[in-house]
């Protein structure tokens, strides 16, 4: 069967029903916009997704700053110095 919104609106119960043995899509338009599917598929399909889930630089990132934060006094970064810089003195000598 072909559910449109307001026919999965209407009969929910039914929808239900037949979603306990096959996943069942719902239209809008002739487009899909949802499907309802039983509970064993969706947890199938969240044990799936969390695996699936690829660790991303920010993960990484928030493993190293409590780590960063607890030895701060050990990282601390040298006072910044200015050091020659031969192009910007050329500029000036260009400009001047």
């Known amino acids: ?3 449109t919104i307001a026919k ?5 119960s039914k929808l239900l029903k037949k979603a306990e043995s096959d996943p ?3 239209y809008n338009r002739n487009q899909m916009v949802a499907a309802v599917i039983n ?5 199938e399909f969240s044990k ?7 660790r991303t630089i ?3 990132f928030g493993d190293l700053r409590p780590l960063l934060q607890k030895d ?12 020659k810089n031969d192009f910007a003195e050329a500029m ?3 400009s001047g």
Do not use: G, Y
Request: charged share 30%; glycine share 0%.
């Open 24 to 26: 069942q899509a719902i």
């Open 72 to 83: 701060a006094e050990i990282f601390t970064a040298p006072s910044r110095q200015d050091r």
């Open 48 to 54: 799936w997704a969390s695996q699936q889930r690829v």
């Open 8 to 12: 999965a609106r209407q009969d929910f």
């Open 58 to 60: 920010a993960d990484a």
């Open 1 to 3: 069967m072909k559910w």
């Open 92 to 94: 000036d000598e260009l």
């Open 39 to 43: 509970v064993r598929l969706f947890q």
